[in-house]
C-alpha cells in the first residue's frame, strides 16, 4: 500500500496513528467536516490512509493511518512518510488497556525519530468524557509514566512528547489540534506579537486567528488560554456562519433579479454581539478561512467608540497579515509591521 506522492509532497503533514478502535476516524469526521459526536458511532473502521486538507497560513494536511496496518512492510514507503510528516500524533484510547498502545507508540517513535529528528510527538489521551476529574489525572500520569519507561529502554529517554486529554464531545479536541498546528506554523512568534500589539491597543482581553471551518486556533496572544473563554469564541463562529447561511440569498432570487436582506451585505464576514455583563464579542474575517474573534472589555468606553477603535486596528492586522502571508515562511525583518494605533 503507498501513499501518494502529491500527499508527501504537502507543505506540512500531521501523521494521525493508534490502535484501532482507538477513536481516529471519529476525530477526523468531528474537527474537519463538523460531524455530530454522536453520529460517529456508526463510522465504519478505516481500512486506508485518508487525507484531510485544509488552508490557513499554510497547507497543511492530516493523513489518517488505519490502526492494522503496518507501516514496516517491505512495500511500504515508511522512511518517505515519516520523512514528510511534521508531527506525528498517536491517539490512545483511555478507556481501554492502553499498554500494548503505549508500546506500539515507542516503537514507532524509535523509527520516526532515525528518519525524522524534529518530528513533534502529540500523544492524545482520548474518549476522557467517560471518565472523572480524578480518573482524568490519573490515567494522564500513568500513560506519561509508562510510555516514559518505555522509551527509556529504548534509549529515547530525550525525547520529547507532549500529552492532551481529549474528547470529541466537548472542545478538548480542538484546542489540542490547535496546540498541534501552531508548532507547524513557522510565523507564530511574529503572529503572536501582532496579536499582542492589537489587544493592547484595542481594549481586547483575548483574541484569536481562527480556522473558520475546523474552529481549530492558528494563533492567540500571549495571554493565558482560558477554555471556556476559547469555548464562547469557537460557539460564536458557529452562530455567525449560521446566521450568515441563514440570510444567504437563494440561486433561484439572484437568477430573478430579487434582492433581499442580504443583498447588501458586505463580501467579509463580520459578527458584533454584546453580552448582559458588557463584555463584547467581536469576530471579523480575514484571509485564507481565517477569521479573527475577540472579547472585549469596553470599561467605561461606549460600545460604539470601543468597535470603531477596534476596526481601524483590525484593519491594520489584516493588512499586515497579508504581507505575512505573501512571504509565508520568509523571516521578517520585523515583526511589527505596522504600528497600530490608540485612538482613544
Same mark, same amino acid.
Given at each position: 500500500m503507498e501513499v501518494? #506522492?502529491?500527499?508527501?509532497?504537502?507543505?506540512?503533514?500531521?501523521?494521525?496513528?493508534?490502535?484501532?478502535?482507538?477513536?481516529? #476516524?471519529?476525530?477526523?469526521?468531528?474537527?474537519?467536516? &463538523?460531524? %455530530?459526536p454522536l453520529d460517529t458511532l456508526y463510522l465504519e473502521s478505516t481500512s486506508n490512509p485518508t487525507v484531510e486538507h485544509f488552508s490557513t497560513l499554510i497547507d497543511l494536511a492530516v493523513m489518517e493511518l488505519p490502526g492494522q496496518l503496518n507501516y514496516f512492510e517491505p512495500n511500504y514507503d515508511s522512511e518517505r512518510l515519516f520523512k514528510s510528516v511534521?508531527?506525528?500524533?498517536?491517539?490512545? $484510547?483511555? %478507556?481501554?488497556e492502553y499498554m500494548s498502545a503505549i508500546t506500539n507508540l515507542a516503537m514507532i517513535m524509535e523509527y520516526a525519530y532515525k528518519v525524522n529528528p524534529t518530528i513533534n510527538i502529540e500523544v492524545l489521551i482520548h474518549k476522557v468524557d467517560g471518565l472523572s476529574e480524578?480518573?482524568?489525572?490519573?490515567?494522564?500520569?500513568?500513560?506519561?509514566?509508562?510510555?516514559?519507561?518505555?522509551?527509556?529502554?529504548?534509549?529515547?529517554d530525550g525525547a520529547q512528547v507532549s500529552f492532551y486529554l481529549t474528547s470529541i464531545f466537548d472542545h478538548s479536541i480542538y484546542e489540542a489540534f490547535s496546540r498541534i498546528v501552531q508548532k507547524l506554523i513557522p510565523e507564530l512568534s511574529f503572529l503572536e506579537n501582532m496579536l499582542d500589539n492589537l489587544t493592547q491597543h484595542s481594549k481586547i482581553e483575548k483574541a484569536f486567528l481562527f480556522d473558520i471551518n475546523s474552529k481549530i486556533y492558528v494563533s492567540t496572544d500571549s495571554n493565558p488560554v482560558d477554555i471556556q473563554v476559547y469555548e464562547i469564541c469557537a460557539e460564536?463562529?458557529?452562530?455567525?456562519?449560521?446566521? =450568515?447561511?441563514? =440570510?444567504?440569498? !437563494?440561486? !433561484? +432570487?439572484?437568477?430573478?433579479?430579487?434582492?433581499?436582506?442580504?443583498?447588501?451585505?458586505?463580501?467579509?464576514?463580520k459578527n458584533v454581539s454584546q453580552l448582559e455583563n458588557g463584555t463584547i464579542? =467581536?469576530?471579523? %474575517?480575514?484571509?485564507?478561512g481565517l477569521a479573527l474573534v475577540a472579547i472585549i472589555r469596553p470599561d467605561d468606553m461606549?460600545?460604539? #467608540?470601543?468597535?470603531?477603535?477596534?476596526?481601524? &486596528?483590525? $484593519?491594520? =492586522?489584516?493588512? #499586515?497579515?497579508?504581507?505575512?502571508?505573501? +512571504?509565508?515562511?520568509?523571516i521578517l525583518p520585523n515583526p511589527n509591521i505596522q504600528t497600530f494605533n490608540n485612538q482613544e
Open positions: 501518494p #506522492s502529491s500527499e508527501l509532497d504537502s507543505k506540512a503533514m500531521i501523521l494521525l496513528m493508534g490502535l484501532r478502535k482507538g477513536g481516529k #476516524s471519529s476525530i477526523c469526521k468531528v474537527v474537519f467536516h &463538523n460531524m %455530530q511534521g508531527a506525528l500524533v498517536y491517539v490512545i $484510547d483511555s %478507556q481501554d480524578e480518573f482524568k489525572v490519573d490515567a494522564q500520569r500513568d500513560i506519561m509514566r509508562r510510555t516514559g519507561e518505555e522509551l527509556l529502554e529504548l534509549g529515547l460564536f463562529v458557529d452562530i455567525s456562519i449560521d446566521l =450568515y447561511d441563514l =440570510y444567504k440569498p !437563494s440561486d !433561484s +432570487n439572484k437568477k430573478k433579479g430579487i434582492k433581499g436582506p442580504s443583498s447588501h451585505r458586505p463580501q467579509e464576514l464579542i =467581536y469576530l471579523r %474575517q480575514m484571509i485564507r461606549d460600545m460604539e #467608540s470601543c468597535l470603531t477603535v477596534a476596526d481601524y &486596528n483590525v $484593519d491594520i =492586522y489584516k493588512k #499586515s497579515l497579508e504581507e505575512i502571508w505573501k +512571504n509565508s515562511k520568509v
